[in-house]
């Protein structure tokens, strides 16, 4: 079992920045994949990035790929989404979640447990 509890959304200006970190609580976190996901008002949840148990492979969206870096730290049982030049498209609720088997997945049914979410909006 893994719980997991976002925190360091907010409100910020278009090409600004923000770190979203997941505090994790659970032994089995550390061979987990760690994924976020956002879901914008009236849209769909969306994958954004996912790293690897280990923190050795990461994966992104193409619409976040250069500007968002993932990350794990297996130490502390936390990871981070590091989000630069953000855009007023990435206005939504931003959820990390873990997948057990340790492996990356762009989707989030294969995920096993999720946060409450942290609210991310952008000004333009």
């Known amino acids: 079992q893994v719980q997991l509890v976002e925190s360091g959304g907010g409100l910020v200006q278009a090409g600004g920045s923000l770190r979203l970190s997941c505090a994790a609580s659970?032994?089995?976190?550390?061979?987990?994949?760690l994924g976020w996901f956002r879901q914008a008002p009236g849209k769909e949840r969306e994958f954004v990035a996912a790293?690897?148990?280990?923190?050795?492979?990461?994966f992104y969206a193409d619409s976040v790929k250069g500007r968002f870096t993932i990350s794990k730290h297996n130490a502390n049982n936390t990871g981070h989404l590091q989000m630069n030049n953000l855009k007023s498209e990435g206005t939504a609720v931003y959820y990390c979640a873990a997948n057990k088997n340790g492996v990356i997945r762009l989707y989030a049914e294969a995920y096993h447990y999720w946060g409450q979410g942290t609210q991310v909006t952008v000004s333009s």
């Open positions: 659970g032994r089995t976190f550390s061979m987990s994949a």
């Open positions: 790293v690897s148990s280990g923190g050795g492979s990461t």
